[in-house]
């Protein structure tokens, strides 16, 4: 398996029909699963090239030059979820006086 991974890198991806000059490589990932893969290979070409540290004639993975991870924000806006009827009500809510909200050890009695 190195070896195909060394083809790559030696060929600047003309393996797989890239123009060969320069091995460029921007990961990208838009929600969980791929962001965790995309952060798992980074992890593995960094533990890659820390085993060639102890030994000769191997060359080592580049690294992506960018990492672009985004990860979709849900809309918590109240009122994209609740009707208008119940956001009504909770307008109109008026909460219970502190004396019947605290416990009666808080009180004073």
């Given amino acids: 398996m190195?070896?195909?991974?060394?083809?790559?890198?030696?060929s600047a991806g003309a393996v797989i029909g890239m123009s060969g000059k320069d091995l460029n490589?921007?990961?990208?990932?838009?929600?969980?699963?791929?962001?965790?893969l995309g952060i798992s290979?980074?992890?593995q070409?960094?533990?890659?090239?820390?085993?060639?540290k102890h030994e000769s004639g191997s060359s080592p993975l580049p690294l992506p030059l960018a990492c672009a991870f985004s990860y979709a924000a849900l809309d918590f806006n109240i009122s994209s979820w609740l009707s208008q009827d119940s956001l009504r009500?909770?307008?109109e809510?008026?909460?219970?006086?502190?004396?019947?909200?605290?416990?009666?050890?808080?009180?004073?009695?």
């Avoid at 190195?2 to 030696?10: I, M, S």
């Avoid at 490589?25 to 965790?36: E, H, K, R, W, Y």
């Fill in 2 to 10: 190195a070896k195909h991974r060394n083809e790559l890198v030696q």
């Fill in 25 to 36: 490589i921007v990961l990208t990932a838009d929600s969980a699963l791929p962001i965790g």
């Fill in 41 to 43: 290979t980074i992890t």
């Fill in 45 to 52: 070409i960094l533990e890659y090239n820390d085993s060639l």
């Fill in 89 to 91: 009500i909770l307008k």
């Fill in 93 to 109: 809510y008026q909460p219970l006086p502190d004396s019947l909200t605290k416990p009666w050890w808080h009180t004073g009695l």
